[in-house]
Nanobody, 115 residues
Framework: QVQLVESGGGLVQAGGSLRLSCAASGVRFSLGVMGWYRQAPGKQRELVATISRIGITNYADSVKGRFTISRDNTKNTVYLQMNSLKPEDTADYYC?????????WGQGTRVTVSS
């Protein structure tokens, strides 16, 4: 059973930084594309960033230059370094990953940015 478990969320002041981690378990091989999505209260879930197995990245325009996605395939872990956080970054952040033909989601970790 593949599971994705996020950690690292919390409360931070505007301008601050947080680093999210997402570790995959129950896998024998590296996951394919992994990514981070977020959902703010009353809004739809949106893409934040994705990274391929070989490190090709993609970012939402709203986070370019502030967030960095990375991964460690030896640990089956993906990270999201979030700098210069803004109140509008407040949301539940979800890890996502593909393993063969199946897509998996983590349970989410809350990020709250105070002004």
């Amino acid at each position: 059973q593949v599971q994705l478990v996020e950690s690292g969320g919390g409360l931070v002041q505007a301008g601050g930084s947080l680093r999210l981690s997402c570790a995959a378990s129950g896998v024998r091989f590296s996951l394919g594309v992994m990514g981070w999505y977020r959902q703010a209260p009353g809004k739809q879930r949106e893409l934040v960033a994705t990274i391929s197995r070989i490190g090709i990245t993609n970012y939402a325009d709203s986070v370019k230059g502030r967030f960095t996605i990375s991964r460690d395939n030896t640990k089956n872990t993906v990270y999201l370094q979030m700098n210069s956080l803004k109140p509008e970054d407040t949301a539940d952040y979800y890890c996502n990953g593909f393993y063969f033909n199946d897509q998996y989601w983590g349970q989410g970790t809350r990020v709250t940015v105070s002004s």
